[in-house]
């Protein structure tokens, strides 16, 4: 028997999982056969590892080759078994020792010129090995900064399979990589650079603490998307196991910046409104790939002119939103991605997108009332703030001249309020105010009917639904939690129903 093992790493999802690459020879016709579900990707590789093979100088093994990826049940996607499959097969030819391979975990594509190229979901991979007690990681050199980030694993970065080989041989051995000290993040957008738009303000600040949705509305220019690209930095930072997990969703997705620092901040998407459901969602050709709506996890999801969006895709994203996954289906295997973000909208007052009050806006009430409706339905049910901004007039501007507080400032109020309620909320499962049933919200936290007096009237008036009451008690928490008292009063009752009743003006 001349069956050599050695290691590499699939994915499923975010994580990584460990797949045992063997390569058996034997005499008769020569050829290479493949087994253990591998995709359309995986077998092409076959042709690029051969190429690389005998390009790099290596001789292709002339006899019956058979490579089993183990375990066979895991779908497996991606070019990053090439490095494996290469190594050994070469161990299994004796070009190299056959021990120099066994305990080794490989990741890398392979240029048809034996290139090492970098690879998606590099963290994850090294996460998976680091876990399942491997010590020793071979990466391309483009991905070594990101496999650092996994401490006490040796990591090898390769440009070539010729280097490989060296390696293996113990001829030039690889030298295993010291990355830097992780870069600072950049700094965020700071909410001292909002003037005025003292309702915007508060309402980002309530999101913050409560964790709930936030729907703004007004003209353009009144300061939606810098509202909404402050959020972030109100928000705590992430712990480390978000980190690990944010950082790993935007290494599949590939949009980890160059130099691989840990994302510890709260993400921000804003996908535009002409992207796409798998742009949105997740998928692709070949690995799947997570979507807007998964990058944001642990962050914010911001769609800028709202009502622009596809009905469908608005609809699309509500579920996800609410299980705190997405599952994206393919023929032969299926992939979850999380997806537990906050959902920030923006819609202008009408379709022309003018400044209120412009006389250049033609739009008539019906057209007006028209566009609104387009959010209406389920997706405007699970927000519990809306908020309209007015225009930033000169008065409204003066107004604000004061110095506007800082994020530090604000986040400082933001953190506390959310401690306050998790303490209240122990034991529930919950974190946050945003997350809290309605019906347990009232039977386990009762506020007294003299504070509720303002909302029971809105809801025998029928200005306000069960559900929009519910909303409106969710919120007064928050607020309650903000302003450091125990229950909310009827001044929280009052300040969350502004916050629920807001209407675009028609
Ligand atoms: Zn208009």
Same mark, same amino acid.
């Given at each position: ?14 994580? $990584? ?10 005499? $008769? ?166 003037? $005025? ?202 107004? $604000? ?106």
């Amino acid at each position: 028997m001349t069956v050599v093992r050695t290691w590499s790493v699939g994915l499923v999802g975010v994580h $990584g999982a460990m797949v045992e690459v063997e390569v058996d020879m034997s005499s $008769g016709v020569p050829g290479v056969a493949l087994v253990g579900l591998p995709d359309a990707v995986v077998r092409q590789s076959l042709d690029r590892v051969r190429a690389a093979v005998v390009n790099a100088g290596g001789e292709w093994p002339m006899r019956r080759i058979t490579i089993g990826l183990s375990p066979a049940a895991m779908p497996k996607q991606g070019s990053g078994f090439d490095l494996a499959l290469a190594a050994a097969v070469l161990a299994a030819a004796g070009t190299v020792p056959r021990t120099s391979v066994r305990r080794l975990v490989l990741l890398g594509e392979l240029g048809l010129d034996g290139a090492v190229r970098a690879i998606r979901g590099v963290l994850p991979s090294v996460l998976a090995a680091s876990r399942a007690g491997h010590r020793q990681v071979v990466v391309p050199a483009g991905n070594a900064d990101e496999a650092a980030l996994v401490e006490g694993v040796e990591v090898l970065p390769v440009d070539s399979l010729g280097a490989l080989v060296a390696h293996l041989k113990r001829s030039e051995p690889l030298r295993p990589h010291l990355r830097g000290p992780l870069p600072e993040p950049p700094p965020l957008p700071d909410l001292a650079d909002v003037v $005025g738009q003292a309702a915007g303000r508060r309402a980002v600040e309530v999101a913050a603490a409560g964790g709930h949705h936030l729907f703004l509305t007004g003209p353009p220019g009144a300061g939606k998307t810098m509202l909404a690209e402050r959020l972030p930095g109100l928000l705590p930072r992430l712990d480390e196991e978000s980190a690990l997990e944010v950082t790993a969703i935007h290494s599949i997705a590939g949009t980890l910046p160059a130099e691989a620092p840990l994302l510890t901040r709260a993400p921000f998407e804003a996908p535009h409104h002409s992207a796409t459901l798998p742009a949105l969602v997740g998928g692709g050709s070949g690995q799947i790939r997570p979507g807007a709506i998964c990058r944001a996890h642990q962050g914010i999801l911001f769609l800028d002119e709202a009502p622009e969006f596809p009905r469908a895709v608005l609809d699309t994203l509500r579920q996800p939103l609410e299980r705190g996954s997405v599952t994206i289906s393919r023929a032969t295997s299926a992939v979850t991605f999380p997806c537990r973000a906050q959902l920030v909208l923006a819609a202008n007052p009408c379709p022309c997108a003018k400044a209120a009050g412009d006389s250049a806006c033609t739009c008539s009430p019906l057209e007006r009332r028209r566009y609104q409706s387009r959010l209406s339905g389920p997706l405007l049910d699970r927000i519990d703030l809306r908020v309209d901004l007015p225009p930033v007039t000169r008065a409204a501007w003066l107004d $604000g001249l004061g110095t506007p507080e800082s994020t530090a400032v604000v986040a400082a109020r933001v953190a506390a309020a959310r401690q306050v309620a998790a303490a209240r909320l122990r034991g529930t499962g919950l974190t946050l105010n945003a997350q809290v049933p309605g019906r347990l919200l009232r039977e386990r936290w009762p506020i007294p009917r003299t504070s509720l007096a303002l909302a029971e009237r809105a809801l025998e008036r029928g200005a306000l639904s069960v559900r929009g009451f519910d909303r409106v008690l969710r919120v007064a928490w928050t607020l309650a939690d903000l302003a450091g008292v125990a229950v909310p009063g009827p001044g929280e009752i009052a300040e969350a129903l502004g916050m629920r009743l807001q209407r675009v003006a028609a």
